[in-house]
């Protein structure tokens, strides 16, 4: 599953990558309606958006396409529900939240001088994005993270 999703769902497109779902957002250069347009029909992406006017184009040309509601966490939840998407976090499938690249864990040796002394030394686990270079870990965001997507898990039935 693919997913193309417009700027001004970030937030949501940052989640569903963290979750290991590819989410494109970036396009290149020209019109970014036109090109999502485009891009939905070659890849067979879904389209996520909070634009009328891409809603309805794509509506128009029978291009799979989801209006997703402003509160980041109850969409998160209305789109794992319908496209069947685990809210779980799993590390080995989890992807650069800025960039869509899949992560790659490393040894804590890997991340010295990249990531505070605290973390190499805490054992916690360390993930390189190859593409731009940032380092994530399991620190306390990663706990937030968690009881995020406990309050997306029971906003999915309504």
């Known amino acids: 599953m693919e997913f193309i999703a417009d700027e001004m769902l970030g937030k949501l497109a940052r989640w569903l990558r963290i979750l290991g779902v590819s989410v494109i957002t970036d396009l290149g250069m020209g019109n970014f309606d036109d090109l999502a347009l485009k ?44 496209y069947g998407i685990q809210l779980e976090i799993n590390l080995d499938k989890t992807r650069c939240p800025t960039c869509n690249t899949p992560l790659r864990r490393v040894r804590p040796e890997e991340a010295i001088g990249k990531v505070p002394d605290a973390v190499v030394r805490s054992g916690k686990q360390i993930l390189v994005c190859n593409k731009c270079n940032k380092y994530y870990w399991t620190g306390t965001h990663y706990e937030n993270m968690l009881s995020e997507l406990e309050i997306a898990r029971s906003l999915r039935g309504r």
């Open 39 to 82: 891009a939905a029909e070659e890849r067979n992406c879904v389209i996520l958006t909070r634009d009328e006017n891409l809603f309805k184009r794509a509506v128009k040309r029978n291009i799979r396409v989801e209006f997703v509601p402003e509160d980041p966490i109850r969409a998160l939840a209305e789109i794992s529900a319908k």
